[in-house]
């Protein structure tokens, strides 16, 4: 594993000088010619983009650049600084959504935002002001991000594809976030269920999305962006699945979330779905009155983690997690020399690190 965290190092620190200068550049501007108002809301963008994380996205592209010949580092470079935008738009918004008060340990955008209206003793609706500007925040973010990935130095028709990989896969994040969002309201979620929110919302655009453009962007056709979906997809599904047990059973400390956010906030999860499934009516009761409530309680909250456990949920996902980064390596392997060894090797280190996080 030393060879790939090396290797997930070196993409962060590029793309950490390449935001840490695109920031600076985007802060000036947006002061010199909108005024104090446009800056704020930029300035929240930019600083959940800054707020960091491993950059895993940003390194799938250049991954999938790499592993197919690509050369230009400056301009894959920037192109991983556009997709980490996105990734910054999503953040945004889902955190708005699932009403979440902070993110990697700091406030979310829209709580820095309230804030603001609160301090200054602003007219109207604080929580309101709040939503309403980090929803611009996340839209001016993912507008620019188009601006940077339009002005790629690369062949037209390629930048075309990167930027059409990119509509749609937004298009599908956004049909699996929906399911995410009725799965809290409706209460009938099945496995299957699950598994397509997954997908669709996480495996997307976490693993599928970053590599085909950083591909594509190389100059490879179908064939290649084929080859790599059942590696993308299977990855990206063990990553979910392993961020729903951390995010139920994880160290706040490391998460820089609440362990008590995905109940509190309704989240259907492997987790809970089999724990409904194979809990006493007493406890599969209890533990569905605690999902979205808003003022759970730690004791309450532990006795969820307990029934979780007990029902055998938690050991059920991990191994669910775990055949997922399986068959992510099969079919990694299968069409392993279609690609550049050194990137290969990077996946398949990636897939499995992906599975540590859980123990």
Known sequence: MSDFKTQLASYKQRIDTDITAYARHVHESTKRQYGPYPTLVTDAFLDMLNRGGKRLRGALVMTGYEMCGGADQDMIVRAATAIEMVHAYLLITDDIQDRSATRRGKPTVHEILSAYHREHHLQGNTAHAGVSLGLNAAMSG??????????????????????????????????????????????QVT????????????????????????????????????????YALHTGKAFQITDDIIGVFGDEKQTGKSVMDDIREGKQTMLTVHAFAHSSKKDADFLRSCLGNEVLTTQDFDRCKAIITESGAKAFAEQQASDHASRALQALAAHADRWKPA?????????????????
Not at 161 to 174: D, E, K, Q, R
Not at 346 to 359: D, H, P, W
């Open 142 to 187: 993912l507008n620019a991000a188009y601006m940077l990935l339009n002005g790629l130095s690369v062949d037209p028709f390629l930048k075309s594809n990167a930027v059409g990989i990119v509509n749609h896969t937004l298009m599908v994040t956004s049909h699996g976030q929906t399911m995410d969002i009725m799965q809290e309201f409706t209460g």
């Open 191 to 230: 496995l299957s269920d699950i598994e397509h929110t997954m997908e669709w919302k996480t495996a997307y655009y976490t693993v599928l999305n970053p590599l085909c453009v950083g591909m594509v962007l190389a100059g490879v056709g179908c064939e290649d962006t084929d080859a790599i979906r059942d």
């Open 343 to 359: 990137q290969v090797s990077f996946l398949q280190q990636l897939t499995q690190s992906l599975i540590q996080r859980q123990r």
